[in-house]
């Protein structure tokens, strides 16, 4: 994947952020303060407009800028979140100026390990790893199977969508939704639903 798709990559998440912003914002209503959307909308659009101002010359350039934007522009817990990942995604990515099935899963794995340290959740906490831990699980065994990035990334794909449905059932343990304890079970948690967009998006710009 060269780094002309990971840009376009941005500006997709930025247009189904921008589409999905009142989807976002009344899952997060249901479990929490109504927000998402708002806040994933604002972000990316600002980490897109950065983009379109400086071009990166390479992955880790691309992951910095959008992710010192994210952690610069959004007040939610998703802001820091998403940021963490963009900005550790680039820099397992370094110099590089495109990424095979491998070097995207061993940037999405750093990624992860960045939301994980920061926010300390682990997965069936009805958050955003739950799509996003699944998804790299896929994206590695894809990748070790020496399957090409297009196909690894929709493997990954529908490991985050999946993963994310499966957050309907699950009481919260972390971010606002715990406060609600059990009447958190019943609604799908509205990060996951973001996250599993992130990786949608990332297998849509691997195609072109
Ligand atoms: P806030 O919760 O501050 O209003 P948002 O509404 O933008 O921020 O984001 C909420 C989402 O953030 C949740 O749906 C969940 O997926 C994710 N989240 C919250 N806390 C954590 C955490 N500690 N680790 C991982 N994800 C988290
Ligand atoms: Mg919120």
């Known amino acids: 994947m060269q780094l002309s798709a990971l840009v376009d990559w941005v500006h997709r998440y930025k ?35 950065k983009l379109d101002a400086a071009v ?24 820091p979140l998403y940021g963490t990942f963009f900005l550790r995604f680039g820099t397992a990515a370094g110099a590089a100026t495109e990424l095979d099935a491998a070097g995207l899963a061993a940037a999405f794995r750093a990624g992860v390990e960045g939301i994980v340290g920061r926010g300390k959740a682990e997965l069936g ?36 969508e999946n993963g994310s449905q499966a957050t309907l059932d699950i009481v919260a343990r972390k971010g606002r939704a715990s406060y609600l304890g059990e009447r958190s079970a019943g609604h799908l948690d509205p990060g996951s639903v973001s996250s599993a967009m992130l990786v949608r998006t990332l297998a849509d710009a691997a195609k072109g």
């Open 125 to 160: 906490d009805k958050t955003m790893l739950d799509a996003l831990i699944p998804a790299t699980e896929a994206l590695e065994a894809a990748a070790a199977a020496g399957e090409p990035a297009e196909l690894a990334l929709d493997a990954a794909a529908e490991a985050a």
């Open 15 to 49: 247009d189904a952020v921008v589409a999905r912003k009142d989807e976002l914002t009344d899952l997060d209503r249901q479990i929490g303060d109504a927000d998402h959307g708002f806040n994933m909308a604002r972000g990316m659009q600002a980490a897109s407009d």
């Open 56 to 79: 990166p010359g390479t992955v880790g350039e691309l992951g910095k800028s959008v992710g010192m934007t994210l952690v610069s522009t959004v007040g939610g817990a998703s802001g």
